[in-house]
């Protein structure tokens, strides 16, 4: 989306820690291109089953969302905090101390104070206060809650897909609040409501039918093992035969996301193809199961243990 | 803002208290009846709150790892940052909560000529610090006001508070480092921009509220003197269940008294319950044993898969023109 690559210096001088003269609440959520992925491709959705598949485009000023949105959105969180202490007790204890502000390498990058894990975490907080919390329905503002509103619920679906869930400010919280934890399940909201990315939607629905974030199919891992087993041969002589789906084999070997495929990952796979062969190892690969990343954690936890059924039904 | 907000709702508390008093007599509520029924709402309360956060599972071990993990015996792991077992995270949440051990790592993060740079940034560990050892020490102090005769520990920990020897009576260090602490961490509240910027009213308040407790006890001590001895007796009685308030004590002690009632008050209902939160904590009261223990999620849903027999139908030509074997041809 974004037009041309920035070049480092570019993009380090325009980054200001100093956050804007206005309030956070007052501040409106700007779509900057460039920072956002597209929405998921009904088709996607679909294949998982999820609701609201839809066409729809985040920079839209209609997200084409359900007339009960905000319902669906307020139920989702109830059941939610009855069912995660980790997501009821974040709610609660936050004091505000500002450890992990500079710790998000989302805000280190962009500055945007929106960006600290403490307020991306007090977006949902202010919500949490008003429908959940006696002082917050009381005294609204004045106890830190606001309303849910579309332009909240971008707001939030805007910084909720700036989280790569690496739990660094965790490590920094006195009380170890974790923000990757939030974010699951503030995603997992969102995908009631058809709201995902399609970036996260596709390698979902890959690895649920294809067994691989990539959507290699059978036929494809081989040959591009194949490929691999090739180069091996040149440079070393050695023709390696991997087995696949093999009955029997004493260890079933899943490898990391991205191995079979891209560079430098591929440099990797011939490295421990090499090392197997080396160490006689009784091993097979697995086409059904043909990769250990779960992009199911990115969408809700559900989804995780769809996509984790694979790994061990294989085995 | 907030911060007037906040500053203004302590004054009125102290007004509340000093009219009360001052104005209409009225020594039994304030003196008995308010305290009586703060205490009650502060442990009602942090119950409450504890049961709601224990009744809701934990169904995934979410520790946050901050070291190598135990894997085979040979490769050193790291024992506080990444426990494997209960005594790992006995040890981690000792040092956490005795020592603040996560403000402790804190860095800062700064822009130099286009570079990002960290340094390190121990102030607010050390503020942190002061602020709630001092409390610790103030509070367990104050409890030779309800203990008749006074246990021997307490008197040495007054005489250690008071070892500086200054002033009669002799200045005791706990109630200065608690005001000044609570100040510094209401200066970097408004000096910080990002702090300043995230800032509630929730934040600004109970830090003038300990703020004033801690000035009132000192001005009560040192400068406008009230009488200790009716003092005890209405701590005595309180203690006994008795509630009886004699008269004459002076003003001061009575806002003092009622603006810890507060405290008590708003304590359950606010993030002041970060104290009992930090036990409940699963990213860091969890040992990391997912891969030694098998966790179930209690309420482990039926979900539906794409099983394999789906895939070899999707696929099963294209499997057996890769040579790649099949369970039904």
């Known amino acids: ?60 000023s209609d997200w084409k969302l359900p007339e009960n949105w905000k319902e669906i959105f307020l139920e989702a969180m109830g059941e939610r905090l009855k069912k995660y202490r980790s997501f009821q007790l974040f709610m609660d ?41 006696t002082a917050g329905k009381l005294l609204g503002k004045n106890a830190g809650a606001r309303e849910l509103t579309l332009d909240v619920l971008k707001e939030l679906w805007y910084y909720y897909y700036q989280c790569t869930e690496c739990r660094r400010c965790s490590v920094f919280c006195p009380y170890g609040i974790d923000q990757a934890e939030i974010t699951m399940i503030v995603r997992e909201i969102f995908n009631l ?123 | 803002m907030g911060i007037f907000f906040s500053f203004f709702m302590v004054i009125l508390l102290v007004l509340i208290a000093y009219f009360g008093i001052a104005a209409a007599g009225l020594h039994t509520l304030f003196g008995i009846i308010i305290p009586y029924a703060a205490f009650v709402t502060f442990c009602i309360g942090f119950l409450l709150k504890v049961i709601k956060w224990g009744r809701a599972p934990v169904p995934f071990h979410i520790p946050t790892t901050c070291g190598q993990q135990m894997t085979l015996p040979w490769i050193n792991y790291s024992k506080l940052d990444n426990p494997s077992s209960t005594s790992g995270v006995i040890g981690r949440m000792i040092l956490e909560v005795f020592c603040f051990r996560s403000l402790f790592r804190n860095l800062k993060t700064g822009l130099n000529n286009g570079n990002i740079s960290y340094a390190s940034d121990k102030w607010l560990w050390l503020a942190g610090l ?145 104290m009992g939160g930090i036990f409940l904590s699963p990213t860091r009261n969890l040992p990391n044993d997912s891969r030694i223990k098998r966790h179930i999620n209690p309420w482990n849903p039926e979900v539906k898969v794409h099983t394999y027999e789906a895939y070899e139908n999707d696929f099963r030509e294209k499997m057996k023109g890769a040579g790649i074997p099949v369970e039904k041809e």
């Open chain 1, 193 to 315: 409501l058809g709201l995902n990315t399609d970036w996260i939607a596709g390698p979902v629905s890959n690895c649920y039918k294809k067994g691989n974030h990539l959507g290699l199919e059978p036929h494809t891992i081989t040959s591009n093992i194949e490929y691999l087993l090739d180069d091996i041969e040149e440079i070393t002589g050695i023709r390696i035969e991997p087995t696949f789906n093999r009955k029997g084999a004493e260890i079933l070997f899943v490898t990391p996301s991205g191995d079979l495929f891209g560079d430098p990952g591929t440099y990797t796979a011939m490295g421990y193809l090499m090392l197997f062969h080396e160490l006689g190892l009784d091993y097979t690969w697995s086409t059904y199961a043909s990769e250990g990343g779960n992009f199911g954690f990115f969408t809700s936890m559900d989804m995780a243990k769809r996509l984790n059924y694979k790994k061990t039904r294989q085995a």
């Open chain 1, 93 to 133: 204890i936050c004091v505000r101390c500002g450890a992990c502000a500079d710790k998000c390498h989302f805000f280190i990058g962009t500055g945007d104070p929106k960006n600290m894990p403490v307020l991306r975490a007090e977006l949902i907080r202010s919500v949490y206060r008003k429908y959940f919390t």
């Open chain 2, 130 to 274: 002061a602020f709630h050892y001092s409390f610790a020490v103030v509070l367990i102090r104050h409890l030779r006001f309800f203990l008749e005769p006074v246990p021997a520990l307490i008197n040495t920990i007054d005489s250690l508070d008071g070892f500086l020897q200054v002033g009669v009576p002799h200045f005791l260090l706990s109630g200065g480092v608690l005001l000044i602490a609570a100040l510094y961490l209401f200066f970097r509240r408004t000096s910080n921009p990002q702090v300043r910027y995230i800032s509630l009213p929730a934040d600004y308040f109970p830090l003038f509220l300990i703020a004033g407790i801690a000035l009132s006890g000192i001005i009560m001590r040192y400068i406008s003197k009230v009488d200790i001895i009716k003092v005890k007796q209405l701590t005595v009685s309180l203690a006994e269940l008795k509630g009886n308030a004699p008269e004459g004590i002076g003003t001061i002690f009575f806002i003092h008294l009622f603006l810890i009632c507060t405290l008590l008050v708003y304590f359950p209902f606010s993030k002041l319950m970060h």
């Open chain 1, 1 to 60: 989306m974004a037009k041309g690559t920035p070049k480092p210096e570019e993009l380090t001088s325009s980054i200001d820690y100093n956050p804007p003269a206005t309030g956070w609440r007052e501040t409106p959520v700007d779509f900057k291109e460039g920072t956002f992925c597209h929405g998921a491709r009904p088709s996607y959705l679909q294949d998982v089953g999820f609701p609201n598949a839809r066409e729809w485009a985040p920079a839209d």
